[in-house]
């Protein structure tokens, strides 16, 4: 098995829309390590943010939840580890109340 440590994905997301950050591709594993949430807003406006785990060929859905509207403040960067292992075609859902988050999610992908 062979491991490539990686960007997995990265997304500064329109507010209130559930993109996807990161789906594991074909033939793939993947292990997270830690998932780095940035506000770039300056005018002192705390955010909103989550996070969600989906199985493959599932639908977000209230269960898949990791992280439920935390908050954030402005200029405020956290570093979350997280440890997640997924399989192929499981995917990293985000979203945040604002359009001024920036989500980064690194770790290794095994092929």
Do not use: H, W
Not at 35 to 51: D, M, Q
Not at 73 to 100: C, M, N, P, Q, W
């Amino acid at each position: 098995m062979t491991s490539t440590y990686k960007i997995a994905g990265q997304a500064a997301p329109a507010a209130n829309t559930d993109p996807t950050l990161y789906t594991v591709g074909s033939g793939k594993q993947f292990v997270g390590s830690s998932l780095v949430i940035c506000n770039r807003n300056t005018a002192g406006v705390a955010s909103k943010y989550r996070v969600a785990v989906v199985p493959s060929g599932g639908t977000l859905a209230n269960a898949n939840y990791l992280i439920y509207d935390n908050f954030i403040d402005s200029r405020e960067t956290k570093t979350r580890t997280i440890g997640i292992s997924l399989a192929v075609g499981d995917f990293v859902v985000v979203r945040s109340d604002s359009a001024d988050l920036s989500f980064t999610l690194f770790g290794a992908e095994l092929t």
